[in-house]
């Protein structure tokens, strides 16, 4: 450890740790939804040009400009982290730019390119390219969000599961094959996991909208559409998700034992561990308080065998342990908070087998309350995960510690108060203003557009001399400067 990070004060780095998790906290319920609001759309267009109905379009033309707003918050929200790693984690730049730097700018050259090149034909160009065009534009769009993603999640994967580097003789990381950097031993559960959590979390947001419309009128067409497509997703998708779960969590206990540990509030090592439901974990006395426990579950999930041995925090030194009771209960908020959506689905899947999805306002009420399940779970989901990587910054390699620049602890409060005033402010607006435009009631008055071909910009020929001096327009289709008669 360098001097410079002995110096820091305990209470800097924790303001430190606490103003980049309040900033990534922001930040990644924006991305998670353009993920799965930009597929949504793909999804909407596409049947709308396979059935012809309107209230596809409808539904479209509505969430577009959710999205656009959501799309350019997260760019925003994003950019203040860049200037935070390199003011308050200089010695994670040093030793982990190498290898990440390269991550990220791919991440920019690729992805951010591919959105920002079809964005704007996305949003204002269905009059204008003609419709098979525009729906390539939304679909390139939705693509660039994934492939976004894919960047993202192979740089967490390898602080998390790193692979494919060596240490060179200044102590930074150096890249020695980049396809096991990339396709690290943990980015293929994470990504699965990921994604499928940005879609489910912008399913229930969806459907909440749909149910607190369909609740002041049942016969809005597009909100129909809007709840129907919802509850498909949380039906179909919830399942799937719950076994990528407990694939991640496997692959998490072969790399990250400690980790797990934690998150099963496992002090002791045995075979046939318990599944804990409940307890206070008491790191002091190495036990969970109150606990509540069935018998040999805990073993069974994790291991797929009744009496499994499955480590607990005391095989591993006490200064390697992640903040116990934060990830023991980041974890269980997710895991509870997953099966209410998971029975929600199951519900309308009874509901629209009796005809009743659309007539039942107890099921919209609940709706609307689990609407913004799906982020709280990713918020979980990224404390269980972050936390419990603790006290490494790249797992097993890089310290916390070492990772800190030498700041002082007046400068990480001042930064740390700006950016929670700020952020509150401009994003709270932000999300406040989003939710004004879901409250507005979709409606299916504003009609397609007619499929002409692609337009030219026509010009204004100016009436003829000693005319009346009213001037004449153009039609589509007719040459430039030949006013239309």
């Not at 967490?156 to 890249?175: H, L, R, Y």
């Not at 094959?177 to 559960?189: K, L, M």
């Not at 129909?224 to 799937?240: C, L, Q, T, Y």
């Not at 002082?408 to 700020?422: G, N």
Request: charged share 10%.
């Amino acid at each position: 450890m360098s001097a410079a990070a002995t110096a820091v004060p305990a209470l800097a780095v924790i303001l430190a740790r606490a103003q980049f998790g309040f900033t990534i906290a922001f930040h990644i319920l924006f991305p998670a939804f353009s993920i799965g609001s930009a597929s949504f759309l793909a999804v909407l267009e596409i049947l709308w040009l396979a059935t012809g109905q309107d209230v596809y379009m409808a539904a479209f033309r509505y969430w577009l400009k959710i999205f656009s707003v959501a799309f350019a918050m997260g760019v925003v929200s994003g950019l203040v982290m860049a200037y935070e790693i390199g003011a308050n984690w200089s010695g994670y730049s040093f030793k982990a730019g190498p290898i990440l730097g390269p991550l990220l700018a791919w991440e920019t050259l690729t992805a951010f390119f591919l959105e920002a090149g079809f964005l704007g034909i996305m949003i204002f160009g269905l009059q204008r390219v003609g419709r098979k065009l525009h729906l390539f534009a939304t679909c390139m769009v939705a693509i660039g969000t994934l492939i976004s993603a894919s960047w993202i999640l192979m740089a967490n994967s390898w602080m998390q599961t790193p692979a494919g580097f060596t240490v060179g003789k200044d102590g930074a990381f150096v890249p020695t094959d980049w396809w096991a950097i990339c396709f690290n031993p943990s980015f293929p559960y994470r990504w699965v996991h990921m994604v499928l959590a940005a879609y489910l979390a912008t399913a229930f947001a969806v459907g909440g909208v749909g149910a607190y419309h369909l609740l002041r009128d049942r016969r809005n067409a597009v909100a129909r559409v809007m709840f129907s497509m919802a509850m498909w997703m949380a039906a179909v998708v919830m399942p799937i998700q719950m076994y990528a779960g407990d694939e991640q969590g496997r692959n998490t206990l072969q790399y990250q034992p400690v980790k797990i540990a934690a998150m099963e509030g496992d002090f002791t090592t045995k075979a046939g561990q318990p599944l804990v439901l409940f307890g206070l974990p008491d790191t002091s006395q190495n036990r969970n308080r109150f606990e509540i426990a069935v018998p040999h579950v805990g073993s069974m999930i994790l291991t797929h065998s009744w009496n499994g041995l499955i480590r607990g925090l005391d095989a591993f030194p006490k200064n390697d342990w992640p903040v116990v009771s934060i990830v023991f209960w980041s974890f269980r908020l997710m895991v509870g908070v997953a099966m209410l959506m998971f029975a929600l689905g199951l519900v309308s899947l009874w509901l629209r087998y009796k005809r009743r999805l659309y007539d039942t306002p107890l099921f919209h009420r609940a709706a609307i309350a689990l609407s913004p399940a799906g982020f709280f779970c990713i918020l979980a989901g990224w404390t269980t995960t972050e936390v419990g990587r603790q006290p490494w910054t790249v797992y097993g390699q890089l310290r916390t510690a070492q990772s800190v620049s030498p700041v002082t602890l007046p400068m990480v409060a001042f930064s740390c108060a700006l950016i929670l005033v700020i952020y509150t402010v401009i994003f709270g607006i932000g999300i406040r203003y989003l939710l004004a435009m879901m409250a507005y009631p979709p409606s299916l008055d504003e009609q397609p557009p007619a499929n002409d071909p692609p337009q030219r910009t026509q010009g204004i020929t100016p009436g003829p001399a000693g005319g009346t001096g009213r001037r004449k327009e153009t039609r589509p289709g007719d040459p430039i400067g030949v006013p239309a008669e």
